[in-house]
């Protein structure tokens, strides 16, 4: 069985400040956990970037070069920058970090789809800061744009032009389907990567049934040319995880996608999730996969070849 690659959504676009004190935001902060989670076994480091000053989600490529340096010259994780950036940007404005930094991987949502994040504002909190409430709220009115289009530009202008490998986020079954179809295009090839992203108001819940189903799926459209990890947003991030490692596949944790490391205890660090997870995999019998054996299997263009 293939070793297994652990990674690590630090900080992403979705939690705000608020929920938890240790969210990181300002660029020391993300670079600081970033390199512990490395430390902790995860290959992979997959990173959005905020405004420092409010912990806005932001794409700004001053932002990026906020961390991205300093986990450069920290570790050797893979860098994995999100194209996605926040449902409520442009797309150009999503892709100016990525398109400047010219990381290994890139991640790709392979669909429009709704992004509800209104149900986190009903618990009532102390807001730190002004736009974190109607943020949430707003939500009930907000699609995520990946168009064809989109995706299609995403993958010339990040992968063809700045040899980018790609995290492709699968939220449901017709995500795998346009996957598929840019494969048969000419503008994907193996080994692919897909990220099933489960547990997102708007995807596909984290249910044992539906990642049977969405991985059944991804055997035949795809055969033996892909690898698949899970992520499941929010409680049931880790029993997910151990689902997906028992099936032979890749894990994803992090804050980006779950605030807790037990249930109603906040976890404090991203690295405390990894070494959650990397013993669970483990006792599982599962060997933890080091960066340079996560590009090789991923055949990724190398950390030199980067733009920080």
């Not at 398109?99 to 890139?106: I, V």
């Not at 992968?159 to 996957?179: K, P, Q, S, T, V």
């Not at 598929?180 to 994907?188: M, P, Y």
């Given at each position: ?57 932001s794409a700004d490529p001053a932002h990026f ?26 797309l150009d404005e999503r892709l100016a970090g ?138 049931m991030q880790f029993p997910m995880a151990a ?66």
């Amino acid at each position: 069985m293939l070793k297994i690659i652990i990674s690590c959504a630090i900080t992403g676009s979705i939690h705000t400040p608020s929920m938890s004190p240790h969210l990181p935001v300002t660029g020391e902060e993300i670079a600081a956990q970033a390199i512990e989670a490395a430390q902790a076994g995860a290959a992979i480091l997959h990173l959005h970037a905020r405004d420092p000053a409010d912990g806005r989600p932001s794409a700004d490529p001053a932002h990026f070069m906020g961390f991205l340096p300093a986990i450069r010259q920290g570790c050797d994780a893979v860098v994995n920058l999100s194209t996605g950036g926040s449902a409520v940007m442009s797309l150009d404005e999503r892709l100016a970090g990525p398109l400047a930094a010219r990381p290994e991987m890139a991640s790709l949502n392979m669909g429009t789809m709704n992004f509800a994040l209104y149900p986190m504002a009903a618990k009532p909190r102390e807001w730190k800061h002004a736009w974190e409430e109607p943020f949430l709220r707003g939500s009930d009115d907000l699609v995520f744009r990946n168009t064809p289009r989109d995706i299609e530009g995403i993958l010339r202008r990040m992968g063809e032009e700045r040899g980018a490998r790609f995290e492709f986020e699968c939220y449901d079954l017709g995500h795998l389907h346009m996957l598929a179809h840019f494969r048969d295009r000419g503008l994907v090839r193996a080994p692919i990567f897909i990220q099933f992203v489960m547990g997102v108001l708007g995807g596909v819940a984290a249910e044992p049934e539906h990642l049977t189903h969405m991985k059944a799926t991804a055997d035949r459209l795809f055969g033996n040319d892909y690898l698949f990890s899970v992520l499941a947003a929010g409680r049931m991030q880790f029993p997910m995880a151990a689902i997906a490692a028992g099936m032979g596949g890749h894990v994803r944790v992090g804050l980006e996608d779950n605030l807790f490391i037990s249930r109603g205890v906040l976890a404090k660090s991203n690295a405390e999730q990894v070494r959650k997870v990397r013993a669970m995999v483990e006792a599982l019998g599962r060997e933890v996969a080091t960066p340079d054996e996560t590009r090789a299997m991923l055949e990724l263009k190398g950390a030199g070849k980067v733009g920080f």
